[in-house]
Protein backbone atom coordinates (compact mmCIF):
# COMPACT_ATOMS: atom_id res chain seq x y z
CA UNK A 1 0.00 0.00 0.00
CA UNK A 2 1.41 3.53 -0.59
CA UNK A 3 2.17 5.29 2.54
CA UNK A 4 1.33 8.83 3.63
CA UNK A 5 3.63 11.08 5.87
CA UNK A 6 1.97 13.99 8.36
CA UNK A 7 3.07 15.92 11.03
CA UNK A 8 2.12 14.94 14.32
CA UNK A 9 0.06 17.95 15.39
CA UNK A 10 -0.87 22.07 14.43
CA UNK A 11 -2.09 24.50 15.77
CA UNK A 12 -4.41 27.04 14.67
CA UNK A 13 -6.51 30.18 15.88
CA UNK A 14 -10.16 30.66 15.60
CA UNK A 15 -11.29 31.97 12.15
CA UNK A 16 -7.95 31.71 10.36
CA UNK A 17 -6.75 29.33 7.62
CA UNK A 18 -5.25 25.92 8.20
CA UNK A 19 -2.98 24.27 5.93
CA UNK A 20 -2.44 20.66 6.57
CA UNK A 21 0.29 19.11 4.81
CA UNK A 22 0.11 15.70 3.44
CA UNK A 23 3.17 13.53 1.38
CA UNK A 24 2.44 10.55 -0.49
CA UNK A 25 5.71 10.19 -2.61
CA UNK A 26 4.82 6.72 -3.99
CA UNK A 27 1.33 7.54 -5.09
CA UNK A 28 0.66 5.57 -8.23
CA UNK A 29 -1.24 7.19 -11.40
CA UNK A 30 -4.95 5.70 -10.04
CA UNK A 31 -4.96 6.34 -6.26
CA UNK A 32 -7.12 8.72 -5.17
CA UNK A 33 -5.93 11.04 -2.19
CA UNK A 34 -8.96 10.68 0.60
CA UNK A 35 -9.15 13.01 4.30
CA UNK A 36 -11.19 11.99 6.64
CA UNK A 37 -11.30 13.44 10.61
CA UNK A 38 -12.16 11.98 13.25
CA UNK A 39 -13.23 14.54 16.13
CA UNK A 40 -13.48 13.49 19.94
CA UNK A 41 -15.05 10.64 21.45
CA UNK A 42 -16.55 10.14 17.46
CA UNK A 43 -15.87 7.90 14.45
CA UNK A 44 -14.16 9.28 11.31
CA UNK A 45 -16.32 11.33 8.92
CA UNK A 46 -15.42 11.85 5.54
CA UNK A 47 -13.88 15.36 4.42
CA UNK A 48 -13.00 15.44 1.00
CA UNK A 49 -11.29 13.06 -1.69
CA UNK A 50 -9.63 14.11 -5.29
CA UNK A 51 -7.55 12.84 -8.14
CA UNK A 52 -5.49 14.84 -10.05
CA UNK A 53 -7.54 18.38 -9.49
CA UNK A 54 -7.85 20.50 -6.67
CA UNK A 55 -11.09 19.75 -5.14
CA UNK A 56 -13.64 22.10 -2.65
CA UNK A 57 -16.62 21.74 -1.05
CA UNK A 58 -18.29 23.00 1.64
CA UNK A 59 -15.96 21.52 4.98
CA UNK A 60 -12.44 22.14 2.81
CA UNK A 61 -10.55 22.55 -0.18
CA UNK A 62 -7.85 20.30 -1.30
CA UNK A 63 -5.28 21.13 -3.32
CA UNK A 64 -3.03 18.38 -5.01
CA UNK A 65 0.61 18.86 -6.48
CA UNK A 66 1.08 18.76 -10.08
CA UNK A 67 3.56 15.56 -9.67
CA UNK A 68 0.53 14.16 -6.82
CA UNK A 69 4.01 13.86 -4.54
CA UNK A 70 1.96 15.34 -1.88
CA UNK A 71 -1.70 17.54 -1.20
CA UNK A 72 -2.56 19.71 1.33
CA UNK A 73 -6.23 20.13 2.87
CA UNK A 74 -7.10 23.92 3.54
CA UNK A 75 -10.08 24.57 5.97
CA UNK A 76 -10.51 28.01 5.32
CA UNK A 77 -11.73 29.96 8.99
CA UNK A 78 -11.18 27.08 11.45
CA UNK A 79 -13.63 26.78 14.45
CA UNK A 80 -13.36 25.14 17.75
CA UNK A 81 -15.41 22.29 16.24
CA UNK A 82 -12.55 21.73 13.88
CA UNK A 83 -10.44 20.48 16.12
CA UNK A 84 -9.89 16.85 15.39
CA UNK A 85 -7.37 14.50 13.68
CA UNK A 86 -7.53 14.60 10.66
CA UNK A 87 -6.01 11.35 8.26
CA UNK A 88 -4.61 11.64 4.49
CA UNK A 89 -5.58 8.05 2.70
CA UNK A 90 -4.86 6.68 -0.47
CA UNK A 91 -7.05 4.32 -2.05
CA UNK A 92 -6.23 2.41 -5.03
CA UNK A 93 -8.94 2.58 -8.23
CA UNK A 94 -10.34 -0.43 -7.09
CA UNK A 95 -9.91 -0.78 -3.64
CA UNK A 96 -12.46 -0.47 -0.88
CA UNK A 97 -10.46 -0.35 1.78
CA UNK A 98 -9.59 2.29 4.27
CA UNK A 99 -5.89 2.79 5.83
CA UNK A 100 -5.33 4.63 8.11
CA UNK A 101 -1.53 6.01 9.17
CA UNK A 102 -1.26 8.28 12.68
CA UNK A 103 -2.65 11.84 11.26
CA UNK A 104 -2.29 15.09 12.18
CA UNK A 105 -4.21 16.29 15.23
CA UNK A 106 -4.91 20.03 15.13
CA UNK A 107 -6.03 21.95 17.96
CA UNK A 108 -7.51 25.34 17.67
CA UNK A 109 -7.33 28.23 20.09
CA UNK A 110 -10.28 30.33 21.05
CA UNK B 1 -25.43 9.57 3.26
CA UNK B 2 -25.57 6.86 5.91
CA UNK B 3 -26.35 7.25 9.58
CA UNK B 4 -25.03 4.31 11.54
CA UNK B 5 -26.02 3.39 15.23
CA UNK B 6 -23.50 0.82 17.58
CA UNK B 7 -24.84 -0.76 20.34
CA UNK B 8 -23.60 -1.14 23.56
CA UNK B 9 -21.76 2.70 23.26
CA UNK B 10 -19.75 1.23 26.09
CA UNK B 11 -18.68 -1.44 28.38
CA UNK B 12 -16.71 -3.20 31.23
CA UNK B 13 -16.44 -6.52 31.17
CA UNK B 14 -14.38 -9.28 32.52
CA UNK B 15 -11.72 -11.34 31.09
CA UNK B 16 -12.15 -14.44 29.77
CA UNK B 17 -15.64 -13.58 28.61
CA UNK B 18 -17.26 -12.27 25.15
CA UNK B 19 -19.28 -9.38 24.15
CA UNK B 20 -21.16 -8.93 20.80
CA UNK B 21 -21.45 -5.42 19.38
CA UNK B 22 -24.38 -4.76 17.17
CA UNK B 23 -24.42 -2.09 14.12
CA UNK B 24 -27.46 -0.91 12.74
CA UNK B 25 -27.49 1.17 9.39
CA UNK B 26 -30.78 3.48 8.75
CA UNK B 27 -29.99 2.57 4.81
CA UNK B 28 -28.88 -0.10 2.75
CA UNK B 29 -24.91 -0.61 2.42
CA UNK B 30 -22.88 -3.06 -0.10
CA UNK B 31 -19.65 -3.30 2.24
CA UNK B 32 -20.01 -2.84 6.12
CA UNK B 33 -16.51 -2.95 7.78
CA UNK B 34 -15.28 -3.72 11.64
CA UNK B 35 -12.45 -1.37 13.17
CA UNK B 36 -10.70 -1.62 16.15
CA UNK B 37 -9.18 1.75 17.86
CA UNK B 38 -6.39 0.85 20.24
CA UNK B 39 -6.10 3.31 23.27
CA UNK B 40 -3.95 6.66 22.06
CA UNK B 41 -3.74 4.61 18.47
CA UNK B 42 -5.50 4.95 14.92
CA UNK B 43 -7.78 2.63 13.53
CA UNK B 44 -7.13 -0.64 12.18
CA UNK B 45 -9.18 -2.91 9.94
CA UNK B 46 -10.30 -6.37 11.45
CA UNK B 47 -12.54 -7.13 8.85
CA UNK B 48 -15.19 -6.79 5.98
CA UNK B 49 -18.72 -8.16 6.44
CA UNK B 50 -19.97 -9.66 4.19
CA UNK B 51 -24.32 -10.57 3.61
CA UNK B 52 -24.11 -14.18 3.90
CA UNK B 53 -21.35 -15.40 4.07
CA UNK B 54 -18.07 -15.54 6.30
CA UNK B 55 -16.33 -12.16 6.85
CA UNK B 56 -12.96 -11.68 5.09
CA UNK B 57 -10.45 -10.84 7.81
CA UNK B 58 -7.57 -8.39 7.87
CA UNK B 59 -3.86 -10.31 8.63
CA UNK B 60 -3.61 -10.55 12.16
CA UNK B 61 -7.34 -11.26 12.90
CA UNK B 62 -9.19 -14.24 13.26
CA UNK B 63 -12.52 -15.57 12.85
CA UNK B 64 -12.34 -17.50 15.78
CA UNK B 65 -11.27 -14.68 17.78
CA UNK B 66 -13.58 -11.75 15.90
CA UNK B 67 -16.69 -13.46 14.75
CA UNK B 68 -18.82 -11.81 12.73
CA UNK B 69 -22.20 -11.67 11.02
CA UNK B 70 -24.36 -9.61 8.42
CA UNK B 71 -27.35 -11.56 8.17
CA UNK B 72 -28.99 -8.56 5.61
CA UNK B 73 -28.13 -5.30 4.16
CA UNK B 74 -28.46 -2.86 7.01
CA UNK B 75 -27.23 -4.86 9.83
CA UNK B 76 -23.68 -6.58 11.45
CA UNK B 77 -22.94 -7.87 14.61
CA UNK B 78 -19.01 -8.70 15.76
CA UNK B 79 -18.21 -10.62 19.03
CA UNK B 80 -15.14 -10.12 20.44
CA UNK B 81 -14.48 -13.60 22.33
CA UNK B 82 -12.56 -14.81 24.86
CA UNK B 83 -11.70 -11.56 26.16
CA UNK B 84 -8.29 -10.22 27.56
CA UNK B 85 -7.01 -6.80 28.85
CA UNK B 86 -4.97 -5.99 25.55
CA UNK B 87 -8.66 -6.59 23.59
CA UNK B 88 -9.54 -2.85 25.58
CA UNK B 89 -10.21 -0.69 22.77
CA UNK B 90 -13.08 1.49 20.53
CA UNK B 91 -14.64 -0.47 18.03
CA UNK B 92 -16.20 0.88 15.20
CA UNK B 93 -18.18 -0.23 12.23
CA UNK B 94 -18.30 1.31 9.18
CA UNK B 95 -20.59 1.45 5.83
CA UNK B 96 -20.16 2.28 2.07
CA UNK B 97 -23.43 3.53 0.68
CA UNK B 98 -24.93 1.41 -2.25
CA UNK B 99 -24.28 2.84 -5.59
CA UNK B 100 -21.70 4.86 -6.83
CA UNK B 101 -17.39 4.61 -7.69
CA UNK B 102 -15.49 2.46 -5.90
CA UNK B 103 -14.22 5.74 -4.01
CA UNK B 104 -17.53 6.22 -2.36
CA UNK B 105 -17.40 7.63 1.11
CA UNK B 106 -17.62 5.65 3.87
CA UNK B 107 -19.76 6.40 7.20
CA UNK B 108 -18.84 5.11 10.53
CA UNK B 109 -20.40 4.33 13.78
CA UNK B 110 -19.57 6.65 16.92
CA UNK B 111 -18.09 3.45 18.34
CA UNK B 112 -18.12 1.16 20.97
CA UNK B 113 -15.88 1.81 24.02
CA UNK B 114 -15.00 -1.56 25.77
CA UNK B 115 -12.70 -1.71 28.72
CA UNK B 116 -11.75 -5.23 29.98
CA UNK B 117 -10.89 -6.09 33.44
Known amino acids: DAKTTQPNSMESNEEEPVHLPCNHSTISGTDYIHWYRQLPSQGPEYVIHGLTSNVNNRMASLAIAEDRKSSTLILHRATLRDAAVYYC???????????FGAGTTVTVRA | SAVISQKPSRDICQRGTSLTIQCQVDSQVTMMFWYRQQPGQSLTLIAT?????????ESGFVIDKFPISRPNLTFSTLTVSNMSPEDSSIYLC??????????????FGPGTRLLVL
Open chain 2, 94 to 107: SGRASGGSVQETQY
Open chain 1, 89 to 99: ILRALNDYKLS
Open chain 2, 49 to 57: ANQGSEATY
